[in-house]
């Protein structure tokens, strides 16, 4: 275990146990990195920053196409002490100008095939720098400009994410060094295979680096000599992507994973994975049997871009497909503290966590910091149950608890009872205006496959028998509707006013 | 009459509580509890049928949680229209 307490540190120090190998590249090939070009290409990038003013405690705009260049952009702010300000591309020019307005940055690196047209007016004059390391990448590190290395410490910040919030106001997460280590760390000194890594060999992360997941993980493969491949968001076919590049390990979303096991299904090979780490959203339970049963070793992680991603952790084990059934998350690493508060007893309520990998707060709002984050605890608005097994049960969020007849009612727990109907391939239950009661709960439901009226009503009458049998009265859906979609967040989180609007009207 | 009545409290029944007439395992004296007629199915029931939440009637109603008792009920209303 590295006592380097920086990223860029570390990450140099790996760099050089195996410069030949393949730091960073995109699954068609292009943008290869080895571990030994990247001092080189790092330096010659913060120089180019330096030469614009920017310095220690800076925002940079890192405009995020997930590829090679925005972690080479990432550790060039790193090189300055400086703040990488993640923002995807695909975000819509008004919401990239109020990030703006929230971060203030110095300069903007534009990845490859950016162009500057593409930002919003009120950022172009701001020190534009294109993030491109084809053609001169050979140069030695000493070619490089010399820029002077601040001297800094784990707490010291490297990266801003926005959380997409359900407030619609924007948040920026200030995220430390030490949220990109504290957790392989504590895996390594308690010598614990949660979740593990393995020098050289290929992972991929579909993920935007802009999200927490997708750069916690990249990070993490490069501090363990990972050959780190991305890109491929345009791809059909996820299975394609991991038998091409030959993945050994990745991270998805629970609804990449259904998709990788439907491809599987279909007749794709099976890629030659040894672990998928996965989480954002519930999972499937059977999907991660699937590929359980396949011989990978599969790990959930939940935790929030507040809490640095992951702070539980649900590996493969004896149990952990029936846990997983009952909507476990897992349980805290070692030296991860949580704690219940507001709840009914205290078995239940929301999950408070004091991570090592704890964000620093929200940039430029301390009023939102204050209710977030209490002296290192990060209240994640999430209700859990914490079983005699020891491990955490979510319930649902807090802010989306649905009032019915006065009885809180936790919609994952609606969505969980439906979903675990055969038939059913996804639900979501959302809330609907009552005089009477408050609200009553609404289900809109995704059939496995294709149904007519019979079959319809049939599922429908199944789903509402198993409510009989295993809900609280109030919790128990008052309309059933099947539906083609159900909006979702990137992670795949549920946008339940989204979908009471176009259910319900 | 009597018989338009019971298809009208059944179609209402069926539809609120997602169940079919063959659920209905007592037949019309099968209590609808028992096929999960809880509060808020009853108001959501009364509405349907187009019971006054304001008279005495829903009390009637729930005095004989049955097909059989809220179809008579609604012919003693106006023959089940």
């Known amino acids: 275990m590295s006592t380097v307490t920086t990223v860029l540190g570390r990450l140099l120090a790996q760099a050089q146990r195996h410069p030949e190998a393949i730091a960073l590249r995109r699954c068609d090939g292009t943008s290869v990195i080895r571990y030994g070009q990247l001092s080189s290409v790092v330096n010659r ?37 400086a703040i990488a300000v993640l923002v995807d591309r695909g975000v819509p020019a008004g919401a990239v100008a109020r990030f703006g307005e929230i971060t203030s940055p110095s300069a903007i690196l534009l990845t490859p095939g950016m162009a500057s047209t593409a930002l919003p007016s009120v950022l172009r004059t ?7 390391f084809t053609g001169d990448i050979a140069q030695p590190a000493d070619v490089a400009p010399a820029v002077i290395q601040p001297e800094l410490t784990a707490d010291d910040p490297l990266a801003m994410i926005f959380t997409s919030g359900t407030t619609g106001e924007p948040k920026a997460v200030l995220l430390p060094n030490r949220t990109f280590f504290a957790v392989s760390d504590i895996l390594a000194r308690e010598q614990l295979s949660w979740i593990s890594w393995v020098a050289g060999e290929a992972t991929y992360s579909p993920l935007p680096a802009s999200h927490i997941g997708g750069l916690w993980w990249i990070v993490n493969c490069l501090l363990h000599g990972s050959e780190c491949v991305t890109g491929g968001e345009n791809s059909t076919s996820l299975a394609e992507i991991l ?24 007749g794709t090979a099976l890629p030659p994975l040894r672990m998928i780490g996965y ?28 809490t640095g991603c992951t702070a539980l952790c649900l590996p493969t084990a004896d149990g952990s497909i029936a846990r997983i059934e009952a909507s476990a998350v897992g349980r805290p690493y070692p030296g991860v503290e949580v704690r219940l508060a507001g709840g009914d007893s205290a078995e239940s309520g929301t999950l408070l966590i004091k991570s090592p990998a704890n964000m620093l707060g929200y940039w430029n709002n301390p009023e939102r910091t204050a209710e977030v984050l209490v002296d290192g605890w990060v209240d994640t608005g999430d209700i859990f149950e914490h079983g005699a097994d020891g491990y955490f049960y979510i319930k649902g969020r807090s802010s989306e608890m649905i009032i019915s007849g006065g009885v809180n009612v936790a919609p994952d727990e609606v969505d969980r009872i439906a979903e675990s109907v055969p038939g059913v391939d996804a639900a979501a239950c959302f809330e609907i205006p009552d005089a009477e009661f408050g609200a009553l709960i609404g289900l809109a439901v995704i059939p496995a496959g294709e149904l007519d009226d019979a079959q319809v009503r049939a599922l429908k009458h199944a789903i509402a028998a198993r409510y009989r049998t295993e809900s609280e009265p109030m919790a128990r859906p008052s309309t059933i509707t099947v539906v083609s979609e159900i909006p979702r967040t990137q992670s795949g989180k549920v946008i339940r006013a989204a979908l009471a609007a176009a259910v319900h009207g | 009459m009597a018989e338009a009545a019971r298809e009208r409290v059944l179609a209402a029944v069926a539809e609120v509580l997602y169940i079919d007439e063959s659920d209905l395992f007592d037949g019309d004296a099968t209590d609808l509890r028992e096929l999960g007629l809880d509060s808020v199915r009853f108001v959501l029931l009364m509405k349907r049928l187009g019971v006054d939440r304001e008279s005495d009637l829903p009390k009637r109603f729930a005095n004989d949680l049955t097909i059989a008792g809220w179809a008579r009920e609604l012919e003693v209303l106006g023959g089940g229209s």
């Open chain 1, 45 to 81: 990038l913060a120089a180019e920053l330096d030469g614009h003013g920017v310095s220690r405690g800076c925002r940079v705009f890192v405009m995020s196409d997930n590829g090679p260049e925005t972690y080479v952009a990432v550790l060039a702010c790193a090189r300055l002490g």
């Open chain 1, 126 to 132: 701001i020190p534009l720098i294109a993030v491109d």
């Open chain 1, 243 to 266: 038998n091409a590049n030959q993945i050994a390990s990745t991270c998805l979303v629970p609804t990449l994973l259904t998709r990788l096991v439907a491809e599987v299904r279909a």
């Open chain 1, 279 to 306: 989480g954002g959203s519930r999972a499937s339970a059977a999907d991660v049997q699937f590929v359980e049963a396949a011989g990978i070793h599969t790990a959930q992680v939940f935790g929030l871009s507040e």
